[in-house]
């Protein structure tokens, strides 16, 4: 799952329209409320910030770890989809 949560995040930061997107879909929201809850604002915004800059190492850990979850798993796979169209 790590090389897929990379992809997604790398294909996201060349396409700055996907990630608006992503952010204004119900999904996207979700998302990012399941990560600020699991890691906190400030380190979701840090980790989203290095993304930004090509980083992706952290949001990456982020992701992974709210895959382990059925919900996650299923919302990442949900989002995983919607950006392939």
């Known amino acids: ?30 998302l990012v409320q399941m990560m600020a809850q699991a890691n906190g604002g400030p380190a ?5 910030n290095n993304a930004m800059r090509g980083d992706t190492g952290q949001i990456v850990q982020m992701v992974n770890r709210l895959m382990q979850s059925p919900e996650g798993a299923a919302l990442v796979e949900r989002i995983n989809q919607a950006a392939k169209k």
Not at 3 to 20: E, T, Y
Not at 44 to 48: D, I, M, P
């Open 1 to 30: 799952m790590d090389d897929k949560a990379k992809s997604i995040i790398q294909g996201m930061n060349q396409d700055p329209a996907a990630v608006q997107r992503l952010l204004s879909s119900q999904d996207g929201r979700r």
């Open 44 to 48: 979701l915004q840090q980790a989203a």
